[in-house]
């Protein structure tokens, strides 16, 4: 277990009062708040709690057991882990388990407008074993805290950043630079971009996060060969980019696209090139298919001559293939 | 001189359904080869250096045509990317062995190849080159 140790983080005010856990509710609501969790959450790795647990534990009984016992107090004079432990010691569960669930859901809750909930937190996750609450750190450290001032979200953000480095180590750090991007406002993720980045070159978006992000925004499916993560230099993920948003566009106008598929496409005969192809599928016959497709060929030319930036008009026109395909009506040719 | 619109015609022979695999395999490549070699010669006659003058230079034909529809005086994105979309298919047909071509991507490579050759009769190689061309 790694240990977030705030003083491996220079920019941590000294104070670092983790005495008072009350600052989330009483015991009773968080374990409600917690089995919420468990039951209703979409994530599979909640789900798999549930099933895992339910083999010991039915579900209802640790529900009767959070909701019918009467509180046994506030956090406040305990330290968290020991608590919970103690408590759940009875029911024989995964009590790590539980405890996971709880951090992530007391990151959701908190309200970080205090450096206390942050301590807290960095807290409550150096006892925690899994990466996903550390996830759900990553993810509330992105929001800009509107009761801190600037330089405050900077250091957030700079924290959050260390976070993710540090998950990056343990093969996580796609899906938690997907989130922290996805969830930073614009103008936060361009001052992280040009700050951060520069400042600490360890941390980078790896090209399988940064091209996720992107397709992201696709309102169809996708799913992305990984052979072309060689080919995202920076001005073919800004290709990436404005082609998705041509897309997108052109979904919202009313195209049927049924699947997107980014794959490579190569110079078999000489070698001299290779393109990353959206091969897109639509449900339209040849003539709508053709029409459409030119469509969006046109915007990304009209996208390329636009382009102050030359090396993103040279990939958008010469290392992005935008194919479509169709139901092809079934008869011979002449 | 043999005329590599004659390969597109045998590809059409082959889009009848309930051949084999071979077959359409075949028939994907020669689309290609129909179109590629069509644009070569039309390319050449206009004064492009496409051709290969060498035996080391005959790999690079196709990024050569491939170029003149990506920029300069024959640029026309269209007709670049649906020559990608069928060296795609062809690539596929040629060298992929473990996926199934089947008869429905041979109708798609002809799809393709009807597109390009509206262009070209109609537009590209529509007029014939003059003599300062060549």
């Known amino acids: ?65 959070f909701l019918v016992q009467p509180p046994v107090g506030t956090l406040e004079d305990e330290t968290p882990e020991t608590t919970f432990k103690n408590e759940l010691r009875p029911l024989n569960v995964d009590t790590s388990a539980i405890f996971d669930l709880t951090v992530t859901q007391f990151i959701k809750d908190a309200a970080f407008n205090s450096w206390r909930d942050y301590y807290t937190c960095l807290s409550m996750l150096s006892s ?43 093969d996580v750090s796609a899906s938690l ?23 600490f070159p360890q941390i980078t978006v790896s090209p399988a996060a940064a091209i996720r992000t992107i397709l992201d925004h696709l309102p169809v499916p996708y799913r ?45 005969d000489a070698g001299q090139w290779s393109e990353l192809v959206f091969n897109i599928r639509v449900n339209l016959d040849s003539v709508g298919a053709n029409q459409e497709w030119d469509n969006v060929l046109v915007k990304v030319s009209e996208e390329a001559d636009g382009q102050v930036d030359g090396e993103v008009a040279v990939s958008l026109v010469e290392k992005i293939g935008i194919h479509f395909t169709w139901k092809v009506a079934d008869h011979v040719r002449p | 001189m043999f005329d590599p619109k004659d390969f ?40 492009q250096k496409v051709k290969a003058t060498n035996e080391e230079e005959g790999p690079y034909e196709h990024s050569k045509v491939r170029e003149c529809f990506k920029r300069g005086k024959f640029k026309h994105f269209a007709v670049s990317q649906r020559l990608g979309a069928l060296y795609g298919l062809r690539y596929q047909s040629d060298y992929v062995l473990d996926s199934t071509v089947q008869h429905d991507d041979l109708l798609q490579a002809l799809e393709y190849v009807e597109y390009i050759r509206n262009v070209f009769q109609n537009s590209l190689f529509a007029t014939q080159p003059s003599n300062n061309q060549n």
């Open chain 1, 177 to 199: 630079q997907r989130s922290l991007i996805r969830i930073c406002r614009p103008s936060l993720w361009e001052n992280l971009r040009t700050t951060y980045f520069l400042k």
């Open chain 2, 8 to 47: 597109l015609k045998l590809a059409g022979e082959l889009s009848k359904p309930g051949l084999s695999e071979a077959q359409y395999r075949t028939a994907i490549s020669r689309s290609l080869y129909g179109v590629f070699l069509w644009a070569r010669e039309e390319l050449d006659r206009r004064g």
């Open chain 1, 224 to 268: 992305i060969d990984v052979r072309v993560l060689p080919l995202l230099d920076r001005p073919t993920l800004k290709a990436v980019e404005i082609v998705t948003a041509i897309l997108s566009e052109r979904v919202s106008a009313g195209l049927t696209i049924e699947h997107v598929s980014i794959g490579i496409l190569t110079d078999r």
């Open chain 1, 128 to 170: 925690s074993r899994l990466q996903w609450p550390r996830a759900a750190f990553v993810k509330r450290l992105a929001e800009p805290s509107r009761e801190l001032d600037i330089h405050e979200n900077r250091i957030v953000v700079q924290n959050a950043l260390e976070c993710s480095r540090y998950s990056m180590e343990n």
């Open chain 1, 1 to 65: 277990m790694v240990s977030l140790d705030s003083s491996k983080h220079g920019t941590l005010p000294e104070s670092q009062d983790t005495s008072n856990w009350a600052n989330v509710g009483s015991y009773r609501t968080l374990l409600s708040k917690v089995l919420d969790y468990v039951i209703f959450s979409e994530e599979e790795s909640s789900r798999n709690y549930v099933s895992m647990m339910s083999s010991e534990v039915p579900a209802s009984a640790l529900i009767d057991h």
